[in-house]
């Protein structure tokens, strides 16, 4: 609802209850990736990662809330990743963006096949599902695409993944749809157009923009006028969209818009780097048959090759300026444009505000990476307010050949991106092992620690340092047989966090322990295996040296990226965490907080095996399972994976032991896994070129030649189950789950033998919304509150249930509006309760106490100012109340709104109208008058909005200046109106804050505020001084 609306009520009634294998997968542009870690990667105690934010602005304008926040995450500090818009690991959290991951082809481009095969569907001998395969591989370009792009949104505090199913038909037309994987109130659709930027596009045709509307109703657009990032995908797509940018918002009741423009940044990215291991051996030496499978051996002729650098070009863009009603937003940039210098707010009249402004300096002479030395929030005279500095951990410049296995600076040269070979038992029960250069890619502590962030220093002069340790989890380590044990890696987490209230100050501590571990590589998004943090491939194809001899040669090629979320699931979730108010020692703390956490889902998964050592391909060779290059099956999950906070104790110290306090248990309920997207992913293992004359004469290398070649394996002087595979293929399952909170218990220990108890419980529906809530507290006392939302609406008197709507009908207005806010519906507000209802309950009964309905109706507001999107909006038309089962009687009614949606004139049921009159660009209500309509006053309006425009400046009535000649008009006003009416007027700076307020009696009040735009003192009407407050700052007076 919109928060000017609500405004109204309260004044009105008080309260108002409303209340994968290969480089097919593309990665996100990096500065997308630095956006998305705040999603990907949660802020929490069960993955040790520090919440380290600091607030610069918040735009509010008409109930849309915009912050703009400086974050710092220590998993993002990486050799060659700074990609930030502020500084090495720094990144400013500012409006939002959706990025995808391109999975073998973009998806809007190549459409899935009609006939969808798995591999249990498809047979080695069958030259209708040899083809198949060929084709989905893309060895013969892109004909159709068998997997899905993986979509990341995150704006606003909103997080959430979706595919697009580019669906053929029988006829080989297209038809695209949206699929949310987590089920919300969310809307999201995309509009397809014509655009020249990409010319490999089908029909020059891709994606122009998409939008998401949140189940309250504000509309959120992405990508439009070409605000997207680019990848290049190859000579053969070219370009492609990878990101597309918030570009506007629009309120629910379309009285607001902020628009969001951007700068375009050059950038070239190198997403990782590839090397392979080579070998070669006489398929005439059975010591060197793996698995009856002529391949090289593993102890004499290893080797390593540098391949090459996997570099992918993006072209992205910064944010340049936000635009609302009320002012703007500016971002200066550097002169390369990558980095953000300073924010200016400033007012309609281009007045300045506020200022943020930034300095950095370089970690080392190397000039690498970039540190945020500190932040000055200024006032509009360039005056500080505000400095926040930061201090840094420091152990030497990170190489990016100086990595572990995720990327973190270890310090130790690795001139082959491999580790060693794993040994595979022949024939004979011998084992080989082979490794390769130097590689060492264990983690370093100190190494992992340098330029993380160790101290912030705050304006008030207090101070905040931090301590960090390796995250550990259980692993396999060593040679067949593995041997189980604890290991440390996968970053950082957080040791110890030391606050002061100044550097002389005595230390705050807080003290963290994490037992026991759980690496998230063990759920169903990740495989089990610790090597496979990394893409890892296999290729073997056929040397020939003679008529009757070759040489197999096998390539492994391994992708280590140095950048988040690139296709690797780095996270370290536990499952005990906790908290030591002092050291962990119990004698040296005042008491601590254990928090627990739970990972139903992911176990439920592992228990059914999905996920165990077995791996297959579609022809049924054992020598790629020994060579681990797939899986049968991979599940992602998305929605209840991740863990859940199960409970979190209290506890104080008394020096001997723990003493509880209070513990609040959280109990969930798993639904089940709905709507699995599947996807066959495909690798050319192998190629047969001889197959080219021997046998069909055809072009080298087509999928035919090979496939003979694999029918006919006499003619290549082997066996057929000594040929290799030439393609290889698994299934993956995207999957929806969700995990709702159905019973929370709060326990509070008194003195007493008998604790506190209060429980409560909760019912959703199908969109994750709270319908029922039950409370039941320690006397044994149950209120219940159930919300009725759109989507229960069935008819004007029946719920979706079959029950009967408590209050009686809806109106036809009331009903149609409600039908429009379905999900999905016109006016899609799924999320907006149309009826609330209290009750208590004891042990036989249920007793109706109070019903609240809030009647909607479709107003056409003429609102030509709003872009691609209805004129019409949702608004509240009366709201009814009743206690118990007595009828619902009108309370306030809503008479007219004005054509942006703000409030013009309501009635309580009583006979008072009110009447509303808005100025400042319509953002701020300048009158409330009572007992008049809005007939009476209209000939006031135009002039004194005209005049609240105008006013860019602050006075006293005595004084001379634009502000008191808008004052002055109101009092013309209030003099001119009936002598039973009553006005209250107000005047401001819209950016700052009411400057003053002129009551029914037409006594004045002025608020005057500060260089920093702090309130200062309140003076009356004669200018003396009622109040006045101060403000104490680190260097200020």
């Known amino acids: 609802m919109n928060s000017k609306l609500l405004l109204v009520l309260i004044i009105l009634v008080g309260k108002i209850v409303m209340a994968q294998d290969l480089p097919e997968i593309v990665p996100p542009s990096p500065r997308a990736e630095t956006f998305h ?50 500084a090495f690991g720094w990144t400013l959290d500012v409006g939002g963006r959706i990025s995808r991951t391109v999975n073998q082809w973009p998806d809007e481009y190549v459409p899935r096949p009609n006939t969808f095969k798995l591999t249990n569907d498809l047979d080695v001998l069958d030259e209708n599902d040899f083809s198949y395969l060929h084709l989905a591989s893309g060895n013969n370009g892109p004909v159709f695409d068998t997997q899905y792009d993986m979509f990341t949104y995150s704006f606003l505090g909103e997080h959430g993944n979706f595919i697009m199913n580019n669906q053929e038909d029988i006829n080989g037309n297209s038809n695209i749809t949206i699929h949310q994987l987590i089920e919300s109130p969310k809307k999201v659709s ?63 009741d379309k009285s607001s818009t902020i628009d969001f423009t951007y700068d375009t940044v050059p950038l070239y990215y190198v997403s990782s780097y590839v090397w392979a291991d080579i ?30 650098d996997n570099s992918i070009s993006y072209e992205v863009k910064t944010i340049k300026e936000i635009s609302f009603n009320k002012g703007r937003v500016v971002f200066n940039l550097s002169t390369d444009k990558k980095r953000i210098n300073s924010i200016e707010v400033r007012d309609n009249d281009n007045v300045l505000i506020k200022t943020v402004s930034f300095t950095r300096s370089y970690f080392s002479s190397q000039n690498a990476y970039e540190r945020l030395d500190k ?15 930061f201090e840094y951990f420091d152990y030497g410049l990170p190489k990016e050949n100086q990595t572990d296995f995720w990327g973190h600076f270890n310090g130790k040269d690795n001139f082959s991106y491999d580790r060693e070979i794993r040994n595979y038992p022949n024939e004979y029960g011998s084992q080989f092992f082979c490794q390769t250069a130097s590689n060492e890619k264990d983690a370093s ?80 998004k990740s495989p089990l295996n610790p090597y496979n943090y990394t893409t890892t491939s296999y290729f073997m194809h056929e040397v020939p040296v003679s008529d009757y001899a070759s040489y197999y040669d096998r390539y492994r090629s391994r992708r280590f990226s140095h950048n988040f979320n690139s296709g690797l699931d780095t996270q370290i979730n536990y499952e005990e965490i906790t908290e030591y108010q002092g050291s962990t020692f119990l004698d040296s703390n005042i008491g601590k907080t254990v928090y627990n956490y739970e990972y139903s889902i992911e176990n439920q998964y592992l228990n059914k095996n999905v996920l165990d050592d077995s791996y297959g391909w579609s022809f049924g060779s054992d020598l790629t399972n020994q060579l681990g290059l797939g899986r049968n099956k991979l599940w992602y999950l998305y929605g209840a994976s991740g863990g859940k906070l199960k409970s979190t104790e209290y506890f104080k110290s008394d020096g001997n ?94 003195d007493t033998d008998t604790p506190l108890i209060t ?135 809503f008479k007219d709104y004005y054509e942006n949606g703000n409030v013009k004139e309501v009635h309580k049921t009583d006979g008072t109208h009110v009447v509303y009159i808005w100025g400042y660009n319509q953002t701020q209500p300048i009158a409330k008058i009572e007992n008049v309509t809005y007939d009476d006053i209209q000939s006031y309006v135009a002039n004194l909005q005209s005049l609240s425009d105008a006013d860019n400046d602050n006075c006293l009535d005595t004084e001379n200046c634009n502000e008191s000649v808008l004052r002055e008009a109101l009092s013309v006003l209030r003099a001119n109106l009936p002598d039973t009416a009553m006005m209250t007027s107000y005047t401001y700076n819209p950016l700052i804050g009411i400057t003053s307020t002129t009551d029914a009696r037409g006594y004045t009040t002025y608020y005057e505020y500060d260089d920093f735009n702090r309130l200062e003192q309140v003076k009356d009407a004669e200018g003396n001084i009622i109040s006045k407050s101060e403000y104490h700052y680190k260097g200020q007076q």
């Open 375 to 389: 932040v000055d929030i200024n006032n509009q005279n360039g005056l500080g307010i505000k400095t926040y500095e």
């Open 759 to 893: 429980t409560t419980e909760y019912a959703y529906n199908d969109k994750g919304l709270v319908t029922e809530q039950s409370t039941v507290t320690s006397r044994g006392e149950t209120q219940k509150t159930k919300t009725i939302y759109p989507d229960a609406i069935q008819t004007a008197s029946i719920l979706s249930d079959g029950s009967s709507i408590a209050g009686g009908n809806l109106t036809t207005s009331a009903y149609t509006a409600a039908i429009g806010m379905q999900k999905g519906g016109v006016y899609h507000q799924p999320a907006t309760p149309i009826q609330i209802e209290t009750y208590k309950k004891d042990e036989t009964t249920e007793t109706l106490l109070s019903v609240q309905r809030t009647n909607f109706k479709v107003w056409d507001l003429d609102q030509d100012n709003i872009i691609n999107d209805i004129d019409d909006a949702v608004l509240p038309e009366f709201i009814e109340t009743s206690k118990g089962e007595n009828v619902l009687e009108e309370r306030i009614v």
């Open 657 to 750: 032991s723990y003493i509880p306090i209070k513990k609040v248990t959280n109990t969930y309920n798993y639904l089940p896994i709905i709507n699995s997207f599947k996807n066959l992913n495909v690798v050319l293992v192998c190629s047969y070129a001889q197959a080219v004359t021997s046998l069909t004469g055809g072009a080298p290398d087509s999928y035919l030649d090979q496939f003979y070649a694999r029918k006919n394996g006499e003619a290549f002087f082997r066996g057929d189950s000594d040929l290799l595979p030439v393609l290889g293929c698994y299934d993956s399952f995207i999957c929806q789950s969700s995990a709702n909170l159905i019973k929370q218990e709060v326990i509070e220990y008194q």
């Open 190 to 252: 995309l509009n397809m157009a014509s655009n020249t930027d990409f010319p490999a596009a089908g029909n020059n045709t891709s994606i122009d923009y998409f939008k998401i509307v949140k189940g309250t109703g504000q509309t959120y657009y992405f990508g439009e006028n070409k605000n997207y990032e680019v990848v290049e995908l190859g000579s053969e797509w070219g370009r492609s969209p990878s990101s597309w940018l918030l570009t506007r918002v629009i309120s629910a």
């Open 37 to 86: 870690i705040y999603g990907d990667v949660p802020v929490s105690y069960n993955t040790g990662v520090p919440d380290i934010s600091i607030p610069l602005y918040t735009i509010e304008s008409d109930g849309i809330t915009v912050p703009i926040v400086l974050r710092y995450h220590i998993s993002s500090i990486k050799p060659g990743a700074d990609n930030s818009n502020i």
């Open 279 to 308: 070998g070669s051996a006489s398929p005439n030496d059975d010591r060197h048959k793996l698995n009856n499978h002529y391949a090289q051996a593993l102890d004499a002729y290893c080797s390593s090759d540098y391949i090459n």
């Open 445 to 524: 502590l100190n190494h992992s620690k340098s330029y993380v962030l160790n101290k912030i220093i705050y304006p008030t002069g207090g101070v905040t340092e931090f301590d960090y340790e390796l995250n550990e989890f259980i692993g396999t380590t060593g040679l067949i047989p593995l041997t189980s044990s604890t290991i440390k890696g996968g970053g950082l987490r957080v040791k110890s966090i030391i606050n002061k209230t100044d550097e002389t100050s005595q230390n705050i501590v807080k003290t963290y322990e994490y037992t026991p571990r759980v690496f998230n590589t063990q759920t169903p």
